[in-house]
């Protein structure tokens, strides 16, 4: 039984499915054992029925609604792909801004993520910016936010 | 003359959607058997084999250019049936009942071939069997019929079996030879003899006729 349990898997191969050998030994095992060719010939038998009731069950069915359905489906897909490409070229301008808009911000992003990094001595200079309001107050803006300096008390205006 | 598949391919590809048609109308049956096999119910093996069709339509570009169509479809249709199957086991939490193995210990053998006949000349008799041979699949465990299926139906090889299903060939052979058990054991009334009787070779009467 031990070889019947070895030999079974492979009842149903088809030609070229076993390497030589093992086919051959399966013949030779079948030659010998009536258990295994009467299960073989069960096999064979019915081999191919499974997809004949299977298709048979299809057959019993309407399939008009299913073409429609499917062409319908596909239509849809059509139409939302068309009305895409219908925008796209009534709208070339707003299309083309649509897609440098992002494509600027995004090198914008990778030049400023990517410069040079000022030099604490250099940077200090270069970041700084002067405004004056009413020639009173000085704010000076830094990137450690804005500094007040108070105008000058001994009413030299700086003149 | 009907186009071949390649030139409704081609042709569908171009945006024909006639030539699309064609080919859904030419395959609707076998997909959808192919569906009904692996599913078991009626309305989701519809569903699956429309959602086959339109995935196929929207990959038609994906279709190397020898590749046979009904093959790729196929496939298609299997890989969104056991997605189905799975998704249905997973919301319903129902374990498949599996046949004991013990089931498969002797007996049985050559039962269905004595009353069909190695030379099956009666339609008839071929007919009703297939159609028995459809029911039980129902009752098989969802692996054993998705690998008939995929046999039967798609006609794949053993190789192509282990590719499609990833698991080894030699997996793939045993799977199958359960299968066919199982099968043969659920029809096993059918032919007249009980599931777990011996029956040689010629000596069972044909119980049908």
Redo the contacts between chains.
Sequence with gaps: MSECSHYAPMLTARPGELPAEDAAALQRHLDACVHCRALRATFLATEGLLAEGLLAKAAGRDFAPFTDAVMARVARRHSARGRVFDWVTHHRVRTAISALVPAFAAAALVVYLHGPTPDAGQGSQNLFELTSDCGVTTVLKTDQGPVVLMGDDDGDDGT | MEADDLSLVRRARAGD?GA??AL??RY???V???A??IVRD?DTA?DV??EA??RA??HLAGLEGEEAFLKWLFRITSHLAIDAVRRERRSLKDAVEDVPEAELIGGG?????TP???D?GDNAL??E??????AA?EQLPEIHREI??LR??EGL??EELAERLGIQK?TV??R??HA?KK??LLLADYAGVPAGGA???GKVERSKS
């Design positions: 959607d699309f048609k859904v109308v609707q049956r076998k959808y058997a192919v009904l096999g009626t519809w084999s429309q069709f339109v339509h929207a053998e050559g039962i269905l071939s069909l006949g190695l099956p071929r007919r069997l297939a159609s028995r041979m459809t699949l008939l299926v039967e139906l090889s053993y030699g052979m045993s199958l030879f066919r099968m043969q029956a040689d070779e």
